[in-house]
DNA sequence: ATCATTGCAAAAGCTTTGCATAAGA
DNA sequence: TCTTATGCAAAGCTTTTGCAATGAT
């Protein structure tokens, strides 16, 4: 019997993929570091340091912040998660693991975030790293305006 | 005799912009505010609010900090400006009037950073515009990667 | 038995703010 | 004259860190 995506939570590859990294730099394995990367894999979407800790302690779980961003750059390196954007004062994150790489689309007005994908963006890195010669690794592309809403509501073209 | 753009430090739009934004919010033109657009207009770059400060200091200039971290919202909120990314701690801004639009490819190991310009990013643009509803306003795209000289160094491809 | 990790509290660093004084308009 | 702006120092926040105790291997 194979193992699938969802047989179980730490059936789940994201659960190897960190217990490996942990264990190839000679890191430990501990509770608060599965506890930490379980809670981002079941919401599985943005999120911040503060709300992350606070979802912990209402399910009861008891460590501390601390804990949260020693754990975060673990995650970072490995690939799971990877920084968004640094707004109202502090970092938010995405768990990215497993899904399509895509860009954000974001309302100045509400706030409220899309997501969509745009596979052109593979030839202009492409060109990029010809052009400058860089070994060209990621992108992050970042559109904003005002949402539909927003655009009504605030009479907007 | 028309004023031209270089026609001398104060001739330049930034500064007729910047009062005319001051003086529609009731605000005051003060000796400070000018002082602080001065240097960015001069160095006319990438800048952080320690970097900018440090400068005026070395000029003999006496303002505080504080005066910085107040003027730069509204530098922003007229468009002479922009935040650019969050690194080490404290936000980076770019001064942005009168240079066209682009976007950033940065190493990831000695930071080096290279503009480019992608008109193609337009056509992204209306096209979301279209697919989500949204009045689109514009854009942040960063590619990032290895320069030419890192990447030898650190044997990449 | 070792040595990394945790929690806690303190420290650090950037940014904001309260207040008395200075100074645009 | 009336208000806004400045400088300074204190406060506010997020994030980092030192340390003793804990726990993974």
Redesign the pocket.
């Known amino acids: 019997m194979t193992r699938e995506k969802n047989d179980g939570p730490q059936g789940r590859p994201e659960f190897q993929i960190f217990?490996d990294y942990?264990?190839k730099?000679?890191?430990?394995?501990?509770?608060?570091?599965e506890i930490?990367l379980r809670e981002i894999v079941n919401t599985g979407d943005h999120f911040?340091?503060?709300e992350l800790y606070l979802r912990l302690r209402n399910k009861g779980?008891?460590?501390?912040?601390?804990?949260?961003?020693?754990?975060?750059?673990?995650l970072i390196d490995c690939g799971l998660i990877q920084e968004v954007y640094?707004e109202?004062?502090?970092?938010h994150y995405e768990f990215i693991y497993g899904h399509e790489h895509h860009c954000h689309l974001r309302c100045l007005e509400c706030r409220r975030i899309d997501e969509f994908v745009e596979p052109s963006l593979k030839k202009i890195e492409d060109r990029l790293a010809r052009k400058f010669g860089y070994r060209v690794v990621g992108h992050k592309l970042e559109v904003y305006g005002y949402c539909p809403e927003c655009r009504k509501k605030l009479n907007l073209r």
Chains 1, 2 share one sequence.
Do not use: F, N, Q, W
């Open positions: 217990k942990i264990r730099k000679g890191l430990r394995y501990t509770p608060e570091r930490i911040d340091v503060d779980e008891r460590l501390s912040k601390a804990s949260i961003y020693r754990t975060i750059p673990l640094y109202d004062g502090h970092m």
